[in-house]
């Protein structure tokens, strides 16, 4: 991996962690791959070890498939785990049920997502026991089929191990199955050091949603399955759905050149270190309030309107969101002069 300062330049650029470029290994892996001819649609000699490598990575058999986005990913493998008279749980800031159109929904054939709070973007154990039991039972009601986590969250903060098993042994206990967002996997296992394997399936999650592209990738995501039961029609989902690349040998060169030696991790870590320096910075300012800990590679601040005015004249790109709410994500290509620049900007206007 490159040094984040060897791409840094005049952009301070925050919007997302989809603005920057993909890692230079997994644009080489491409050409790489791009000689001679192998058999289509997953087939060939590289997605077999795709499933053979990502097997030995997360230490149990699995089965992965390419997707071109993370909505792909997650509608399409919650379709699967779901009857379309299904409820899926989240928490009220998911993804899935913020800003993905409903494709649960569509894909699901009717699958309903359902918020079940909790703090930080999290769902909490206690909450989904609720919502189950307050779910009713007969032909009336929806019936509770799965929970989804967003590992980071969708905030920004990082349910720790206990908290997944938590969730997990809750649906568990309850018949739901479990799903896992991880449009941001990597950042969340690079700050909580803990193996793949105990952050997945060891921990109860049987379907996995594996972000590439924020991280580094080109136009590729992943599901991962632990537990083949679990979505045992997906091939034919993601048929329907036109998720079955036919030169599936240019996703699995990007999937098998992002986790060959630790890059995944190396490229979380340093996007998480970027949103460590911001948050490490905030301290030595007026106070901020933080709409979660600053836990992977993402921080929310609410902010006056003539401060992200000012933010913005000096150049700072970021999202604003209703509320008030500021949101600056790091790029696992950002340097640590954008974080500096940002708490320079900040401490002017504040
Ligand atoms: C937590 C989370 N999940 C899923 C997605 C969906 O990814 P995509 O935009 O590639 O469909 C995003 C994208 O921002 C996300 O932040």
Known sequence: MQDGSAFASATIDFRSDNTGRAAPELV???AAANEGTDASYGGDQLTARVQQRFSELFETKVAV?????????NAIALAAMSPPWGAVYCAPE???????????????????????????GKLAAEALAAAIANAGTGTHKSQPAVVTMTQATDLGAVYTLEEVRGV?????AHGLKVHMDGARFANALARLGCSPAELTWKSGVDALSFGVTKNGGLLCDAIIVFTPDAAPALPIHLRRAGQVWSKMRFAAAQLLAYVEDGLWLRMAARANAVAARIAAGLGELPRIERLAPVEANEVFLRLPGPVMDGLERDGIRFFRRPGGVARFVCRFDAGEDEADALLSSLRRHL
Do not use: D, I
């Open 28 to 30: 080489a892996a491409l």
């Open 65 to 73: 498939y390419p997707v071109a986005t993370g909505t792909a990913a």
């Open 94 to 120: 998911a993804h899935v049920t913020q800003s993905e159109a409903n494709a649960t929904g569509f894909f699901g054939g009717g699958a309903k997502l359902t918020a079940v709070a909790g703090a930080h």
């Open 168 to 172: 997990a042994k809750m649906a568990k």
